[in-house]
T-cell receptor, first 114, second 115 residues
Framework: DSGVTQTPKHLITATGQRVTLRCSPR?????VYWYQQSLDQGLQFLIQ???????AKGNILERFSAQQFPDLHSELNLSSLELGDSALYFC?????????????FGPGTRLTVL | AQTVTQSQPEMSVQEAETVTLSCTYD???????LFWYKQPPSRQMILVIR??????QNATENRFSVNFQKAAKSFSLKISDSQLGDAAMYFC????????????FGKGTMLLVSP
């Protein structure tokens, strides 16, 4: 158990809908990262937050957004969902967000878009 | 941009034997970190081992060790005394030492362990 929690574990929804994925980092970690794992694209970095502020952006679609709240939990919002958004979404956390940090991953949320 | 290549989509090993998973990376940077993550059927991403580029000594964690060849940009993972529980997808990942960079992953190697 990495100490990172994600809810829900599974999510099934329809095209065009909007969903919210939630992540709670390890105790004391200030930085949160979101990754998408799909069969065709592999593991891709989406976005990073540090202490409530956006730090880095990767291959995140405009239909996707995220935020980190004062209690440091983070939410990833996916809207206008398409079949291709079906994937495993991971959250990871690290103490400070700088390069020496090791990222610890949550168990993931499996999103299925029908 | 950095890239990470794992050229072995699948590897097989018998219990108690040793197996080596390959990883190469491309970067123009001199300082960085390399990682191996394990993803078992539960899909959880578990950190196996970490290597800092400026440290010449190869990292080891119990039965797991790496062969880090900086000039060749190679970072292989050796698993000794393989166990059934080692069966998983293994991902090699790169992280720059500069700024707030994030992980770049390879495509992964599926390790099969037979009794």
């Amino acid at each position: 158990d990495s100490g990172v929690t994600q809810t829900p574990k599974h999510l099934i929804t329809a095209t065009g809908q909007r969903v919210t994925l939630r992540c709670s980092p390890r105790s004391g970690d200030l930085s949160v990262y979101w990754y998408q794992q799909s069969l065709d694209q592999g593991l891709q970095f989406l976005i990073q937050y540090y202490n409530g502020e956006e730090r880095a952006k990767g291959n995140i679609l405009e239909r996707f957004s995220a935020q980190q709240f004062p209690d440091l939990h983070s939410e990833l919002n996916l809207s206008s969902l398409e079949l291709g958004d079906s994937a495993l979404y991971f959250c990871a956390s690290s103490p400070r967000g700088g390069s020496p940090d090791t990222q610890y991953f949550g168990p993931g949320t499996r999103l299925t878009v029908l | 941009a950095q890239t990470v290549t794992q050229s072995q989509p699948e590897m097989s090993v018998q219990e108690a034997e040793t197996v080596t998973l390959s990883c190469t990376y491309d970067t123009s940077e001199s300082d960085y970190y390399l990682f191996w993550y394990k993803q078992p059927p539960s899909r959880q991403m578990i950190l196996v081992i970490r290597q800092e580029a400026y440290k010449q000594q190869n990292a080891t964690e119990n039965r797991f060790s790496v062969n880090f060849q900086k000039a060749a940009k190679s970072f292989s993972l050796k698993i000794s005394d393989s166990q059934l529980g080692d069966a998983a997808m293994y991902f090699c990942a790169y992280r720059s030492a500069y700024g707030y960079s994030t992980l770049t992953f390879g495509k992964g190697t599926m390790l099969l362990v037979s009794p």
